[in-house]
């Protein structure tokens, strides 16, 4: 798919239909992850990738929309703070930056497959901490199910670039 057609197609997927990803798929989508750029290529970025079946109750728990559970996969984003670059004059951590472009390169990527996506923020943290057993440095950051779509795109509702966009200064 062409590059513009793609961002284009893309959309939050909320219905997924129970077919298996091909490992082929699932491997292509997680080198498009790795192949982000990250600030300073510290790459402070962990991905775990978990398989819904059988496991519908305890991932559920992260985040409660059946949706979310409805995919084959579900895969989480998670970032290592003390191994991302920090910028010296405001202390500025890069790590959400830097798990917002792995994210996009994975939805990005998945899309052009032909399958669906949806970024996930409003999980519960405690909850995806424990069902993950992540390690006190470990943060969650995005997670998102990945799968074919059992739904179809709504119209892209975005700001004009009039307000949007300035030139020269505010
Ligand atoms: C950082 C981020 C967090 C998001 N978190 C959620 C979420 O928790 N649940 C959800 O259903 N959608 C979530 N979304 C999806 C947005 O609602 C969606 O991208 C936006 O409404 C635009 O729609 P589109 O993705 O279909 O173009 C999130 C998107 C982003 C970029």
Redesign the pocket.
């Known amino acids: 798919m062409e590059y513009f057609e793609l961002i284009a197609a ?3 997927v ?1 219905a997924y239909r129970p077919d298996l990803v091909e490992d082929e798929k699932l491997q292509a989508v997680l080198n498009a992850a790795r192949l982000a750029p990250t600030a300073a290529n510290r790459q402070p970025i962990q991905l775990i990738v978990m398989h819904t079946a059988g496991h519908e109750e305890e991932i559920g728990k992260i ?1 409660r ?1 059946p949706w979310f559970v409805q995919s084959p996969i579900v895969i989480a984003v998670c970032a290592i703070s003390s191994q991302a670059w920090v910028r010296e004059s405001d202390r500025f951590n890069a790590r959400l930056i830097d798990a ?1 472009i792995v ?1 996009d390169h994975l939805i990005l990527a998945a899309t052009s497959l032909g399958l669906g996506t ?6 519960n943290v405690e909850a995806a901490r424990s069902v993950l057993r992540l390690p006190d440095e470990v943060e969650p950051i ?1 997670f998102t199910p990945l799968g074919y779509p059992a739904d179809e ?2 119209p ?2 975005r700001k004009p670039l009039t307000e949007l966009v300035r030139y020269e200064h505010w």
């Open positions: 893309r959309y939050s909320r985040y929309r917002a994210v949806c970024w996930v923020a409003a999980f995005i795109p709504g892209k509702i």
